[in-house]
């Protein structure tokens, strides 16, 4: 059944957000692999990085940490103790509060296409996740756009995520103030091509730049997300009576939103 949303689903910001991650770059590269060859290939690059300061995704992306309770008795000592008269006895170590290592590992997922003939990297897509989005990550993904731009490759840049701050907030001022954005920076250009798009749009289709004098391709990002919620069954996962993860929405947004779940619901009895 499809999602109660024309474009993104913003349930799917939470826990199933890793999922979508990995499942929304294999389908762009499937989509994109016949528009590309024989000239291109689209190939996936994965990466694993440790989340730095997961707090603030604990019970959104990550689940809820439960912290074990002290029992403060005592424990004897993990090697012999021997004593001599006179003496004093052993001391016995206290048992510490047990508490869960938050060691939280994230894998990114980024299409990349390459002239296959040389291995060569024209052109990244980028699909956001909410490292990429706060510290310390965010000036790690920001250092990664650097070497791309430095190295005359083109960056396709995906933020379907609503909280966190993007990448190139100096553009926002510019921008619409909108759910979600995709960007396009052009390789060796001093301007971007943006997509704002807010909760009740559809998802656009965008261009992917490649190597002069070949045309962009294009990207349906809207058909790509319908296609991973058909084949995931996220329908099943979601508990689409209950408001999706933070932050909260506006109020303008939050009627809409409740509008079209309350019918999907009704559709689906």
């Known amino acids: 059944m499809p999602s109660p949303f024309p474009g993104m689903d913003p349930y799917l910001e939470g826990y199933l957000w890793p999922d979508v991650h990995q499942r929304l770059a294999t389908e762009i590269s499937r989509q994109l692999g016949p528009r590309l060859k024989p000239r291109y290939v689209a190939r996936l690059a994965i990466s694993m990085v440790k989340d730095q300061s997961p707090e603030t995704e604990i019970g959104i992306m990550y689940p809820e940490v439960e912290i074990v309770a002290a029992h403060h008795r005592e424990i004897a000592p993990a090697w012999p103790v021997t004593t001599t008269p006179g003496s004093q006895a052993a001391a016995v170590i206290t048992e510490p509060l047990t508490l869960p290592r938050l060691d939280f590992k994230v894998r990114l997922v980024t299409v990349e ?157």
Request: negative net charge.
């Open 113 to 269: 296409i390459r002239d296959p003939a040389q291995n060569q990297l024209v052109t990244s897509i980028e699909i956001l996740s909410p490292v990429n989005k706060r510290e310390p990550g965010l000036t790690s993904y920001r250092y990664k756009q650097e070497q791309l731009e430095e190295a005359g490759v083109h960056l396709v840049e995906i933020d379907l995520l609503r909280r966190g701050e993007r990448p190139l907030a100096y553009y926002q001022p510019l921008l619409p103030d909108t759910a979600y954005l995709v960007t396009q920076i052009r390789s060796r250009t001093d301007s971007i091509a943006a997509w704002p798009i807010k909760l009740q749009d559809k998802l656009p289709v965008v261009a992917v730049p490649l190597r002069l004098p070949d045309p962009d391709v294009p990207l349906d990002l809207g058909t790509a997300l319908d296609t991973i919620y058909d084949e995931a069954l996220y329908e099943l996962s979601i508990d689409y009576s209950q408001p999706p993860p933070p932050p909260s929405l506006s109020p303008e947004d939050g009627e809409w939103l409740n509008d079209r779940v309350k019918t999907w619901l009704n559709d689906r009895v």
